[in-house]
């Protein structure tokens, strides 16, 4: 299976380059000195967890950054440049039709130091934060590390889709402690991409009772073909209460750039980020940014496709050898979310349990906060013969159980 100008199908050996997925599952998914023996060696593990993806990333980008390289001088750099803001902005225009204001924009060091960060700034201590379950782990992370509390609503799921409890987000709102909502659009780990009406409806119940909405849309650009994707903060232009998270570290593998966008329209909480925010960028992020943005939408037209094909493939293996599994397509991402409950017991540690049996690193719903519990999250982006190899470990490990 190959695409047209780039080669997805490519298998590219990480070891040597510090990668996360081969050098960090201890000490993440596992306790440091956790036995992992079992039907294969630690060196022949499939890493399917961690969220990059085992894609080369564009030669576009790696050109401006070979380029960029050509200057001799890589000091303590900042985004000055105002292309920068107009380019992503442009970015976010052509493909979902939002023109944010340029002076709204600041960075960060990724998605999740910004949720550290701004917890901080908007919750006193006392003061109570609401997320939806299951959920990226980080979210509940940022909270516990402000000493806040963590307030949950449990997505209602049937047949193995995803809805949000509207009743019980307005009832959890509306208790004055509860200043800030944390939510993931598309949806980790379900792969939702909430609908306008969803939004509308979310954005309103928040908002009437005054609570800041900080919006990580960090999959956005992740969408399978023909789907459409609405910014929370496009539906509410007149407020200033709504903060949009964006990167591109999930859109192009540019994770370890460590480098957000974050765009805060509250002038006062956006001077206070600022102030208390070292404004230090590597400059080969930059330049990195701004190449993808400007000269990425080709490649990442190819990775659509071939992401799209690698679903359907999945989708087919888990009909045909494990069919009380659900599974359905996700809307978004590349993060498949498998209900795997009917071939396990409750207290079954599925990552461990995939570790041992299949010699596949993923994520069981243990890690998602709560309402997870006999899922795994399995990461579709890598080259195909990769994916054939990881599927059938898990679907094999699961029969033989």
Same mark, same amino acid.
């Given at each position: ?301 190819? =990775? $659509?496709?071939?992401?799209?094909? /690698?679903?359907?493939? +999945?989708?087919?293996?888990? *009909?045909?050898?494990?069919?009380? &599994? ?23 540690? =599925? $990552?461990?349990?995939?570790?041992? /049996?299949?010699?596949? +690193?993923?994520?069981?719903? *243990?890690?998602?906060?709560?309402? &997870? ?29």
């Amino acid at each position: 299976m190959s695409t047209n100008n780039y080669q997805f199908d490519q298998i590219i050996n990480r070891k040597g380059t510090n990668a996360m997925s081969l050098t960090g599952y201890r000490g993440y998914l596992f306790d440091p000195d956790e036995n992992l023996s079992g039907k294969y060696d630690e060196a022949d593990f499939i890493p399917m967890w961690v969220a990059d993806m085992e894609f080369a990333i564009a030669p576009e980008i790696i050109a401006s950054m070979k380029k960029r390289l050509e200057h001799p001088l890589l000091g303590y750099s900042r985004v000055a440049d105002p292309k920068y803001a107009l380019v992503f902005q442009k970015w976010c225009v052509d493909r979902y039709g939002w023109k944010f204001d340029p002076k709204h924009l600041v960075n960060a060091k990724g998605v999740i130091p910004a949720l550290y960060d701004l917890t901080g700034h908007i919750c006193k201590r006392d003061e109570k934060v609401l997320i939806i379950t299951p959920s990226y782990a980080f979210f509940k992370h940022a909270v516990d590390f402000n000493g806040v509390e963590l307030v949950c609503s449990d997505l209602i799921e049937v047949n193995g889709e995803y809805r949000m409890d509207m009743d019980d987000i307005r009832k959890k709102a509306a208790d004055e402690k509860c200043v800030l909502g944390i939510f993931c659009n598309p949806h980790n780990p379900t792969g939702r991409v909430w609908s306008k009406e969803e939004l509308q409806e979310l954005g309103e119940v928040c908002l009437e009772h005054d609570l800041t909405i900080i919006s990580d849309e960090i999959h956005c650009d992740l969408l399978r073909k023909g789907m459409n994707f609405t910014p929370m903060a496009s539906l509410f232009p007149d407020s200033n209460q709504i903060i949009t998270c964006m990167a591109p570290s999930k859109t192009f593998n540019l994770a370890g750039n460590m480098f957000a966008n974050i765009i805060i329209p509250n002038d006062t909480l956006r001077k206070t980020y600022s102030e208390n925010y070292l404004p230090v960028e590597n400059p080969l992020s930059i330049v990195a940014a701004q190449a993808a943005y400007s000269e990425g939408h080709a490649w990442l037209a190819e =990775l $659509t496709e071939y992401l799209d094909a /690698n679903f359907k493939y +999945l989708k087919t293996e888990l *009909d045909t050898h494990l069919p009380q &599994a659900k599974f359905i397509i996700p809307e978004a991402t590349y993060l498949a979310w498998v209900n795997v409950s009917a071939y396990f017991t409750g207290d079954e540690n =599925l $990552t461990l349990f995939f570790a041992r /049996n299949a010699g596949v +690193l993923l994520e069981g719903g *243990d890690m998602f906060v709560a309402n &997870a519990e006999g899922h795994i999250r399995l990461n579709l982006a890598c080259p195909r013969i990769r994916l054939e190899e990881g599927v059938r470990r898990v679907i094999t490990a699961i029969l033989e159980h």
